[in-house]
């Protein structure tokens, strides 16, 4: 059963950057598993931030974060990472890891099968 612990949000001002880290346990096909961030904002639903595949490290990324965020992967560690700049007040949300064993990046929650507990990212203006 793969495991996940999110770790680094925080609160950060406008124009800040924050880097969240995702360790993962239990890994067990890690060739054809794929990682993603999702967030949820309150009132808002979840939605996909960035996702990278173990394997060859291909990324996609949500039109809202292209160009700020960089996610990225330790495959030694089994450790993902969302590096987050020039943050904004929307980006303020409960930010989750997730892992899929599909080959391809999924945007979709219900493709990701595990999840961790979320971390708290808030922007100040």
């Known amino acids: 059963q793969v495991q996940l612990v999110e770790s680094g949000g925080g609160l950060v001002q406008a124009g800040g950057s924050l880097r969240l880290s995702c360790a993962a346990s239990?890994?067990?096909?890690?060739?054809?598993?794929?990682m993603g961030w999702f967030r949820q904002a309150p009132g808002k639903e979840r939605e996909f931030v960035a996702g990278i595949r173990w394997i060859g490290g291909s990324t996609l990324y949500a039109d809202s974060v292209k160009g700020r965020f960089t996610i990225s992967r330790d495959i030694a560690n089994n450790t993902v990472y969302l590096q987050m700049n020039s943050l904004k007040p929307e980006d303020t949300a409960v930010y989750y890891c997730a892992h899929t064993l599909r080959g391809v990046v999924p945007k979709a929650q219900r493709d990701f099968g595990s999840w961790g507990q979320g971390t708290q990212v808030t922007v100040s203006s």
């Open positions: 239990g890994l067990t096909f890690s060739n054809f598993a794929t």
